[in-house]
């Protein structure tokens, strides 16, 4: 795996005033598990979060990621772009067992996958990240219990672990293009970059 593609840590840890509780701020690429009481908080436009959590323990984190463009092979289950999804997937389940969640325990909340990305050779990028989520737990079993995946705007999305509380606020006017440029940045590292191909994923 290129290192510019693992999923890293999120280290943009703050103190959030507005739900007074420490908070984490990821960004693509990024992933953030805890088992304390605080907020996890991203922003998605094409990219997909799922916000996974034991609902037992309480421990959970949520990931950010985009499948990158990868031309005719959308369809195959063993596409490399299918790879950096579950690649991007398993890091935060495993990282949340390691933590001391239960597999059987595990359920999802999944969000993003917006229409905001123009200039991608497949179908809606958006789309793709969206199947992608959907589909990845559907087949390792964890129950989606909640989520609001495509439609053309961007959002933000604040979770609480401890207790599986999402709020998530559509951005209808996006005056800075941050976003749109962060994600295209995101996007332009995965298309040139090569997913390993000795990496056992499952």
Do not use: W
């Not at 995946?149 to 609480?160: E, I, T, W």
């Amino acid at each position: 795996m290129n290192p510019a593609l693992e999923e890293q840590l999120a280290t943009n840890v703050y103190y959030d005033r507005t739900f007074d509780c420490e908070a984490a701020k990821i960004l693509p690429g990024e992933y953030y598990f805890t088992r304390k009481e605080m907020l996890i908080v991203t922003v998605l436009g094409s990219c997909v979060s799922a916000c996974i959590r034991d609902r037992v323990s309480g421990v959970g984190g949520m990931n950010h990621f985009m499948l990158p463009d990868s031309g005719n092979d959308a369809g195959s289950p063993l596409s490399a772009s299918m790879r950096y999804g579950a690649y991007a997937m398993e890091v935060l389940i495993n990282e949340l067992l390691k933590a001391g969640a239960r597999r059987e325990n595990l359920e999802a909340k999944v969000f993003g996958g917006g229409n905001v990305l123009r200039g991608f050779t497949t179908i809606n990028v958006g789309e793709r990240n969206a199947q992608f989520v959907r589909s990845f737990l559907q087949t390792e079993n964890i129950r989606i219990v909640a989520e609001d995946l495509n439609d053309v705007h961007p959002r933000k999305v604040y979770y609480f672990p401890r207790t599986g509380k999402v709020l998530v606020k559509k951005l209808k006017q996006l005056n800075n293009y941050t976003l749109v440029k962060r994600e295209q940045d995101y996007a332009s590292r995965l298309k040139t970059s090569e997913v390993s191909g000795d990496v056992d994923l499952f």
